[in-house]
């Protein structure tokens, strides 16, 4: 199957990157596609660095998308003035049927981030008209609807995840490094909370694999809106190896 990673900015992935790693064991096709280039990433670098974060933002994203053979697409918009707005969707069409997923990952509707929400939004109208050739019709239509699961957002925004995928001590692991290949965002993040979105992570995983008596664990909602719908089997199952149900064991 082919799944796509639709977020506002570069680094945004972070919170699903174990399960992207998951799938991908399984031979499936991910893709990354981004709306903004994150330009105001670099926010103690002075007003002329717009055009290099811009830069180092796309370079570590493209790492992580390398560890997946996976195309990344980005849409160029202003970081922090993201708009749900004519061009934008015009332009989210065209890049979903360019990356023709089957299912997709992005943000939860409320989000402490107004880029994120405004994505999670046109993500989900837009899908709707990936398969219908009167809507861009200079791109080709897709033969389906992507189904939408969207990402823990963490506490204070009414997500309250329904779906889990389980990880083990190398997925965390893996997914640590991957985290760390954005680099420039660690440094953001030890600037102001004195640790970095790795360590963040690893503790929500830790918290969400502890209601299901495990190590560590990513939690979903599905998108309920008609026709984008996803099915549980779109994530993973348990690991080979998990333990049986009740025992913290595993890894």
């Not at 991910?30 to 670098?45: E, Q, R, W």
């Not at 002329?48 to 849409?75: G, M, N, P, Q």
């Not at 003035?81 to 943000?107: K, N, S």
């Not at 809507?135 to 957002?153: G, K």
């Amino acid at each position: 199957m082919r799944y796509a990673c639709v977020f506002a900015h570069p680094d945004d992935e972070m919170r699903c990157l174990g399960t992207l790693l998951r799938l991908h064991e399984q031979g499936h096709e991910i893709a990354f596609v981004t709306l903004t280039g994150g330009d105001k990433g670099l926010p103690f670098s002075g007003p002329d660095s717009h055009e290099r974060a811009v830069a180092v933002r796309e370079a570590e994203i493209r790492t992580v998308a390398k560890a997946f053979d996976a195309s990344y697409l980005c849409l160029g918009r202003e970081d922090g003035f993201l708009y749900d707005d004519e061009p934008l969707r015009h332009d989210l069409i065209a890049a979903l049927r360019t990356v023709d997923p089957e299912v997709i990952f992005t943000h939860w509707t409320n989000d402490y981030n107004a880029d994120h929400v405004v994505t999670a939004k046109a993500v989900v109208d837009t899908a709707l008209w990936t398969n219908l050739g009167s809507f861009e019709p200079h791109v080709p239509a897709n033969d389906h609807v992507p189904r939408i699961f969207h990402v823990d957002t963490g506490a204070g925004y009414g997500f309250e995840a329904t779906h889990f995928v389980e990880l083990t001590a190398g997925h965390v692991a893996r997914k640590a490094e991957l985290i760390r290949a954005h680099a420039s965002q660690m440094d953001v993040m030890r600037h102001l909370r004195g640790h970095d979105y790795a360590d963040e992570m690893a503790d929500s995983d830790r918290v969400t694999g502890a209601r299901l008596m495990v190590a560590h664990a990513e939690g979903f909602r599905p998108c309920l809106a008609e026709r984008r719908i996803p099915w549980p089997s779109d994530l993973p199952g348990r690991p080979a190896h998990a333990s049986p149900a009740g025992r913290k064991g595993t890894a």
